[in-house]
Nanobody, 125 residues
Framework: QVQLVESGGGLVQAGGSLRLSCAAS????????MGWFRQPPGEEREFVAA??????????YYADSVNGRFTISRDNGKNTVYLQMSSLKPEDTAVYFC????????????????WGQGTQVTVSS
């Protein structure tokens, strides 16, 4: 059983930065594609970023809305994936969820079966 726990959310002013962390249990972290989703208030959950397994090159992918501002990375030694968020905008306000064992093919990220509990990010004007 894989368990994901997000942390690092909070309140930040527009233009500021925040780093989210997702700590994963289990011994298959290094071989798993990891991703971040977010769910704005009253809206559907949407893809944010993904990083493929290190054995597959650790390639990163981003939603157009965050490309150039957010950076996803992983530290296999710590079983942790990060989402560094910069130049934050009020529209980035959402609950952010870590996702494990998804896949990114043909320009689309399909989430895996493992989700964290979510962490709230609120960006003030």
């Amino acid at each position: 059983q894989v368990q994901l726990v997000e942390s690092g959310g909070g309140l930040v002013q527009a233009g500021g930065s925040l780093r989210l962390s997702c700590a994963a249990s289990g011994r298959t972290f290094s071989s798993a594609t990891m991703g971040w989703f977010r769910q704005p208030p009253g809206e559907e959950r949407e893809f944010v970023a993904a990083v493929t397994a290190s054995r597959s090159g650790g390639r990163t992918y981003y939603a157009d809305s965050v490309n150039g501002r957010f950076t996803i990375s992983r530290d296999n030694g710590k079983n942790t994936v990060y989402l560094q968020m910069s130049s934050l905008k009020p529209e980035d306000t959402a609950v952010y969820f870590c996702n494990g064992r998804g896949s990114y093919v043909r320009g689309n990220y399909s989430p895996g079966d493992y989700w964290g509990q979510g962490t709230q990010v609120t960006v003030s004007s």
